[in-house]
């Protein structure tokens, strides 16, 4: 797996700063330069190899704040590194698209093997990545793309190459990340609702973790800000890029199947009991509330409620849940699932119902496979704020032209 680049040490005065135009990693002759902004360069050798074997050369662009990774095989990958703050999320203007792991694919087929692309799917596709490289719309990544990603092989490089070319860095924050911040916000009486950077450049929001931040010797903190997001991104790009670990996949497997199993039991029982539509929503509810039984604790143990007021607030539980975006949708789409039985639960569902509904309560456009995407048609029927929800790249372009985006 990657690490984070070699430590470095630049010393340099807060006079300075201004002045310094792009720093400057080759990986291959082991050397790092600053460019300053009137052509004088500085550079100097690294102490040690750089972890990420398949890098030659990594430079920030401290006026753009992007990080340009060319890898030793030819390909070159752009991310933004935004610099906290409003810098890390999306602008007013540029529209927030997420793709479901199906539509990763035939993007990534379009450019990598484009026979294998359905012909209704070519000019689509060619667009969306016409909109991403011109930044006209951010692509984030979840932590679910990259569970669903072929393990290895040709086919595992090329999605994950499409991926981190065409995200450019943006991530959906991890919907436990989400959710916490939904229910922290409920139960300090903050209305409304709204989960903070749900779409973001902050380093290892893909992940539920903090991650421990990597600081260059005798550096303003600026640069330090900026250090830690190149080698969070170079880190991440590596991993994604490497083979998965042996019985990684049979692991994620077993638990979205565990996770699925009383789903369905759920959806049997209350089919063979002839449930009305009204109880069915409140199992619903009920279902909910138990699989977040931890999360709603220690939601309420943060912002310092007392058994009585955490009764309290779960006495209205309903109503609390219906303020919040992605765990309403949730909620939503938990209710129609288990009013199909025949509509049989999967491991699959897990990455979808976490992660889609996510995506649908912060971004502005989904693309879904075709199933979750009707849940999520009849959520946003609902919930009229929620994401434009398409089940294909064809309907979803023809959404972002009818809204004057590119």
Excluded at 11 to 26: E, K, N
Excluded at 71 to 76: F, K, N, Q, V, Y
Excluded at 121 to 148: C, F, G, Q, T, V
Excluded at 295 to 302: F, K, L
């Amino acid at each position: 797996m990657g690490g984070p680049a070699a430590r470095v040490d630049l010393t340099v005065t807060s006079s300075q700063i201004p002045a310094i135009a792009r720093i400057r990693l080759d990986a291959e002759a082991q050397t790092a330069t600053v460019t300053m902004s009137n052509g004088r360069v500085l550079s100097t050798p690294t102490t040690t190899p750089h972890p990420w074997d398949a890098l030659s050369s990594a430079e920030a662009d401290l006026a753009t704040r992007e990080l340009t990774m060319r890898l030793r095989t030819g390909e070159c990958l752009v991310v933004e590194l935004g610099a906290g703050g409003e810098t890390d999320l999306p602008a007013p203007d540029r529209p927030v698209v997420y793709l479901d792991q199906r539509h990763w694919i035939t993007v990534a087929q379009r450019l990598h093997s484009p026979d294998e692309v359905a012909e209704g799917d070519r000019e689509p596709a060619e667009r969306l990545i016409e909109l991403a490289r011109s930044k006209l719309i951010a692509l984030p990544l979840s932590s679910a793309n990259l569970w669903e990603i072929a393990p290895t092989g040709p086919h595992r490089r090329n999605v994950a190459l499409t991926m981190v070319e065409l995200s450019r860095g943006w991530q959906l924050r991890d919907p436990i990340s989400v959710r916490g911040q939904e229910l922290r916000q409920s139960m300090s009486g903050q209305r409304p609702v709204c989960a903070e950077a749900a779409i973001t450049l902050q380093p290892g929001a893909i992940f539920n973790a903090d991650l421990q931040s990597v600081e260059m010797t005798g550096a303003p903190a600026d640069w330090n800000v900026l250090f830690d997001r190149i080698t969070t991104a170079e880190a991440s790009f590596a991993s994604i890029l490497e083979d998965d670990r042996p019985g990684e996949v049979e692991f994620r497997r077993a638990v979205a199947a565990n996770w699925a199993e009383p789903h369905q039991q759920l959806a049997n029982h209350l089919w063979y009991a002839g449930t009305p539509q009204k109880q069915i929503r409140l199992a619903a509810h009920g279902k909910l509330l138990g699989d977040l039984r931890t999360e709603i604790a220690q939601a309420a143990i943060a912002v310092g409620l007392s058994p009585q007021q955490n009764a309290a607030w779960l006495a209205q539980a309903d109503e609390a849940l219906e303020s919040m975006p992605y765990v309403r949708t949730l909620r939503e789409v938990l209710s129609s699932r288990l009013s199909n039985a025949d509509d049989h639960w999967s491991g699959n569902d897990l990455a979808d119902s976490q992660f889609l509904c996510c995506a649908a309560a912060y971004a502005d456009f989904v693309a879904a496979e075709r199933k979750f995407g009707d849940y999520l048609q009849r959520a946003g029927r609902r919930y009229t704020d929620n994401a434009v929800t398409e089940a294909g790249l064809s309907g979803l372009v023809e959404k972002l032209v009818a809204a004057g985006i590119g």
